[in-house]
């Protein structure tokens, strides 16, 4: 049974910062691209940042510089830091595997994050 279990959100000012993990079970972490999306109230989800199984990162335009995507595949988890965190970026998070060989895809139950004064 394949299990991603996302941590560490909760509330945070503006300008704070958050770290976010998933810890992902059931299946062969290494050889899968992982994604963390993030959808707010009455939006689509979006990709926030993804980093493949070998490494390369990609980020959301309105993260750059400010939100870090790292894995760790001995503890098969994926973490997100956040920081100069903005109201904008208060959302549902949401930890993703996918494989492409055979379009395997994951999603853990997401964790808030809510950034106000």
């Known amino acids: 049974q394949v299990q991603l279990v996302e941590s560490g959100g909760g509330f945070v000012k503006p300008g704070g910062s958050l770290s976010l993990s998933c810890a992902a079970s059931?299946?062969?972490?290494?050889?899968?691209?992982m994604a963390w999306y993030r959808q707010a109230p009455g939006k689509q989800r979006e990709l926030v940042a993804g980093?493949?199984?070998?490494?390369?990162?990609n980020y959301a335009d309105s993260v750059k510089d400010r939100f870090t995507i790292s894995r760790d595949n001995t503890k098969n988890t994926v973490y997100l830091q956040m920081n100069s965190l903005k109201p904008e970026d208060t959302a549902v998070y949401y930890c993703?595997?996918?494989?492409?060989?055979?379009?395997?895809?994951?999603w853990g139950q997401g964790t808030q994050v809510t950034v106000s004064s």
């Open positions: 993703n595997a996918f494989r492409e060989l055979n379009n395997r895809n994951y």
């Open positions: 980093i493949r199984s070998e490494g390369s990162t």
């Open positions: 059931g299946i062969f972490f290494n050889i899968y691209h």
